[in-house]
């Protein structure tokens, strides 16, 4: 009997999906969503939750009895006006909540909100840019109902990375701290303390959601992180109190909830512009054309610059857009410190009390000086230089994970040449970065008074960081995949950085600190270097860059 | 004549994932080469070892007499690639995309670049990702035409390509063979073969089934013939005579399938009276089809 071929006369019925594919899976846009974010909720839940139990441990053992807990206290009035803003009040500083509010609440609010920015830009609008979510539309059912899927996706993430915070809070607190120091917190305030740091991540986030379909991915993500830092930032300076009041950090001042502080309308309030924001880029994505957007008319750049005459230049040409993002935003923020450094540093060499606490708290850096405090600063900065050459190693690597590799290694070039000249580029665009900040510091610096030379040259230690992470990344690309070499580079700024924080603050043996490359980098910005530290980065990007192109030439190219 | 490419039991495997096995190719200078098959065959792995992205499991690879891992810089240095899937810088325009891989190669006659972006009616101004799909499939030809190499590895060279344009595309194919290059052409779309190339070799499930000339396949071809009756078609008849198969009646329609000579279908269509006599000789692809097709299924039928 002949089989009849073609499609069937009657559709087969559709199949009934489960409940749990749903919810996770690839049973609808929610559930796939959830399940393409399970990692970067692993890192943001396992960070914060992380964090926030280390940092409890850190308070807890470094101001153990109650009259450290006063000199804390102490603090309160004594510090600049400029300081107690950007951080926050200062309430409560002898106990654990409020201290660790002061300290690091906007640590949280900030790094948590980038994650939002970065996740609610890319949901629809990378998607859009890269063709999948045509697919993705032509499903039968509205582009409304696929935004709200992926928004409520993320809010899900987010709503789970805050309940480990929470519970992160209040176990820190039971497990480190005093009772009797009104460390203790409660349940509440932990509830309190994520709530005030979600909402702030969904308002930035939910802005660049807005934002997306109009300018696309990497103008609405960068367009809401320069927002943020700028509100911020404007609700600590009183010149720039007439934008404060568009800023959540301002709406959200009076809520310290992990010091029994609550302000439950602005932390609705805030809530509700969120969604509002949320629910106006769930309306321009269904009104606007799938994926066309206005974009930022950026400057197009020379062909010179772009780097058509061989293999360095080209890879240079695909870093220098990156590298002068990073270095204006380092060296912005850098102008911004260096200019508040020398005030800081006189009111605090006027009060030896007021020394004597700052020393207690930030063990190892003269803050009576203005190195000391851009030593301090700088310390930071670390971690963001370090991002920064993982998304130069991102770069790298886009030539084998985009697929235009082969046609490149199908021309004369080897592999090895592909990946020195990809390294010698991540260098340069290192050079390129490390030079703007430097710039940064030294405007602000001579804005502010400070000597300019310490604070110039010793910028250079971000470049050399930056530079063993290159490294770092290039090795684990070249010998291993490309694919994950950025993610590595990225978890080795973190473990760095988490041993540098804890080791001391935990009291752990000395040899467990040495292992960050960051305790040997000495304190450049007053003069002081570690040529161990430096000798180490150079080692370690050079001979990363080495081991990686010999890595690449014994694996199969992806 | 010599090789260009040749291939000794080429076998590369993924882990327990197939992926050629005992591949044996002999590609001869100036020849327009066919590698056919269905998706995932293994065309693309076979050429990806060919130009040492990937390293055989076993076996060995030569281009130009040069084994493909030995030297890879001196194969590529004389090769034009064309990928099946590829995506380029999106920031640079087409002509900056074009004169960059141009300076990586070196020997790229201008002249002869800018004769392929007319013929191709390539816009080089616009930047790479603003181009549709054939556009920056265009960008991919010329860039790999541009240097006049001495031998193309083309996979999948028309996709995205309008009629027209592939026109273009099979015409400068032949301009190269009459240089005496050599062309190794992988591809799914027989009539693509049918129409271009010399010899094919057919792979499926990741081994050659089949290395022949374009014009040896076709002798597999059978006849597809149709004979309307007045009354009921005789059945029985055509059913015995030797190298008929796929007899199928329709009212007064008989449908059957000749491979070899088709003079005793015609005659006992004269002497049993038909009122209409319809044959046709199938193409390449539908050739393939049924041969291969045919071997494909014989497992399910077994199963049955």
């Given at each position: ?6 499609a069937p006369?009657i559709a087969a019925p559709v199949n009934t999906i489960?409940?749990?594919s749903r919810?996770?899976?690839f049973g609808s846009i929610y559930g796939k969503t ?90 629809l609008?990378?998607e859009?840019?890269?063709?999948s979510l045509d697919i993705v539309a032509s499903a039968p059912f509205g582009k409304r109902r696929i935004a709200v899927e992926k ?134 994505f269904t009104?606007?054309?799938l ?268 | ?304």
């Open positions: 009997m002949a089989a009849g071929i073609g006369e489960p409940f749990r919810i996770y899976g959830v399940r393409d974010s399970r990692l970067s909720l692993i890192i943001a839940a396992g960070l914060l939750g992380g964090m926030s139990l280390v940092m409890a441990a850190g308070v807890s053992s470094i101001f153990p009895t109650p009259a450290s807990r006063l000199e804390i206290d102490k603090l309160i009035g004594s510090i600049p006006s400029s300081m107690v803003n950007l951080f926050g009040k200062p309430i409560g500083l002898g106990t654990l909540g409020g201290y660790f509010t002061w300290k690091y609440g906007a640590i949280f609010a900030m790094g948590t909100a980038l994650w939002s920015i970065m996740a609610l830009s890319g949901t609008a990378g859009a840019s890269r063709g928004v409520t996706a993320h809010l899900t993430m987010l709503g789970l990375a805050m309940a480990v915070l929470a519970v992160g809070c209040v176990a820190g607190s039971t497990l480190f701290g005093d009772a009797s120091l009104g460390d203790r917190i409660a349940p509440l305030s932990a509830i309190g303390f994520a709530l005030w740091v979600g909402f702030i991540a969904i308002f930035f986030g939910g802005l660049a959601f807005a934002l997306a379909p109009l300018l696309g991915r990497s103008g609405s993500a960068g367009i809401a992180s320069v927002l943020m830092v700028l509100l911020w930032v404007a609700n600590g300076f009183d010149a720039l109190a007439p934008i404060a009041i568009l800023s959540p950090f301002h709406w959200l001042a009076g809520h310290i909830a992990l010091v029994g502080m609550y302000d439950w309308p602005a932390v609705a309030f805030t809530g509700l512009v969120a969604v509002v924001l949320l629910g106006i880029g769930v309306e321009m009104r606007r054309d994926g066309v957007t206005a974009g930022l008319s950026m400057p197009g750049l020379p062909t010179i610059v772009l780097g058509v005459r061989g293999s360095t230049s080209r890879a240079f040409g695909e870093q220098l857009p990156r590298a002068m993002s990073w270095g204006i935003g380092l060296g912005l923020m850098g102008a911004l410190i260096a200019a508040l450094v020398g005030t800081m540093a006189s009111q605090i060499g006027n009060d030896p009390n007021l020394s004597s606490t700052f020393s207690a708290i930030f063990k190892g850096f003269n803050l009576t000086s203005a190195g000391g405090w851009l030593q301090l600063y700088v310390q930071l900065l670390l971690i963001a230089a370090g991002f920064a050459a993982a998304t130069f190693v991102s770069k790298w690597a886009s030539d084998e994970n985009d697929g235009r590799l082969e046609m490149i290694l199908a021309t004369p070039l080897v592999r090895a040449r592909w990946v020195i000249a990809g390294g010698i580029a991540a260098i340069l665009a290192i050079v390129v970065m490390t030079v703007l900040f430097a710039a940064g510091i030294g405007l602000g610096a001579a804005s502010g008074g400070v000597a300019v030379g310490d604070a110039i040259t010793g910028s250079a230690v971000v470049g050399l960081y930056a530079a063993a992470i290159v490294g770092v990344g290039i090795a684990v690309g070249g010998v291993w995949r490309t694919s994950i070499a950025a993610e590595i580079a990225a978890m080795a700024v973190l473990v760095t950085y988490l041993i540098d924080l804890v080791a001391p603050a935990l009291n752990l043996p000395d040899w467990v600190h040495q292992l960050a490359i960051t305790a040997h980098l000495g304190q450049p910005m007053v003069g002081v270097w570690d040529p161990v530290g430096v000798g180490a980065c150079l080692l370690i990007a050079a001979g990363g860059i080495a081991i990686g192109a010999w890595g690449v030439t014994r694996r199969d190219i992806d | 004549m010599t090789s260009v490419i040749r291939t000794e039991k080429l076998t590369k495997s993924y882990g327990s994932h197939r992926g050629i096995v005992d591949v044996d190719l002999d590609v001869q200078k100036g020849e327009v080469f066919g590698f056919l098959g269905p998706n995932g065959a293994g065309k693309t792995t076979t050429i990806r070892v060919l130009l040492d992205l990937i390293r055989p499991s076993s076996g060995k690879a030569y281009v130009f007499d040069i084994e493909s891992s030995a030297d890879p810089a001196a194969i590529h240095r004389r090769l034009g690639y064309l990928p099946g899937e590829f995506t380029l810088y999106d920031r640079l325009t087409g002509r900056q995309t074009l004169e960059y891989f141009g300076n990586l190669r070196g020997g790229v006659d201008p002249v002869y670049q800018a004769s392929l972006i007319e013929r191709f009616d390539l816009d080089p101004s616009r930047r790479f990702r603003e181009y549709s799909k054939g556009n920056k499939q265009k960008v991919g030809l010329v860039a790999a035409l541009q240097h006049r190499p001495e031998l193309l590895i083309l996979d999948e060279p028309t996709a995205g390509l309008d009629p027209l344009v592939q026109q273009t595309f099979f015409a400068i194919l032949r301009e190269a063979v009459a240089e005496e290059r050599t062309v190794f052409l992988s591809s799914h779309i027989l009539s693509e073969a049918e129409r271009s190339c010399d010899r094919v070799a057919i792979i499926r499930e990741g081994r050659i089934v089949r290395v022949d000339r374009v014009d040896a396949l076709r002798d597999l071809a059978h006849h597809q013939v149709e004979l309307r009756f007045a009354g009921d078609p005789p059945t029985a008849e055509f059913a015995t005579i030797a190298g008929v198969s796929d007899v199928q009646v329709e009212d007064h329609l008989l449908r059957l399938r000749v491979l070899g000579a088709i003079t005793p279908v015609v005659q006992a269509a004269a002497r049993l009276g038909v009122t209409d006599f319809l044959s046709r000789e199938p193409s390449l692809e539908e050739t393939f089809l049924a041969q291969y097709g045919r071997e494909a299924d014989a497992p399910t039928a077994e199963v049955k």
